[in-house]
């Protein structure tokens, strides 16, 4: 079992920037067989999409519509992985979750509560 609890979401106007945390904690064999973490999004009216990935084999992934603005990071040693977002658009408005892949004796994925992300004037 891994928990995840994400923070620092918000109101921001177009351009601004935000910096989400998501603070994860478990077993030390849960921890450990962590494989990937991301962020997600869902939009209003919209699918849950993708954001952005990282793992310790294959390094970073954006989603197209990400790339250049969101940076996503994580410190080990203080179980957390953040989502730099800069130059944000109103169509990043969405609520946004972050995601562990644990993958020991098959995959399973964990999921936070999400966080609301509003870009508005």
């Known amino acids: 079992q891994v928990q995840l609890v994400e923070s620092g979401g918000g109101l921001v106007q177009p351009g601004g920037s935000l910096r989400l945390s998501c603070a994860y904690s478990?077993?030390?064999?849960?921890?450990?067989?962590?494989?990937?973490m991301g962020w997600h999004r869902r939009a209003p009216g919209k699918e849950r999409e993708l954001v952005a990935t990282i793992t310790s084999s294959t390094g970073t992934n954006y989603a197209d519509a990400v790339k250049g603005r969101f940076t996503i990071s994580r410190d080990n040693a203080k179980r957390t992985v953040y989502l730099q977002m800069d130059s944000l658009k109103p169509e990043d408005t969405a609520v946004y979750y972050c995601?562990?892949?644990?993958?020991?004796?098959?995959?399973?994925?964990?999921w936070g509560q999400g966080t609301q992300v509003t870009v508005s004037s």
């Open positions: 478990g077993s030390a064999f849960s921890i450990t067989a962590i494989d990937a």
């Open positions: 995601n562990a892949r644990v993958t020991a004796h098959g995959t399973y994925n964990y």
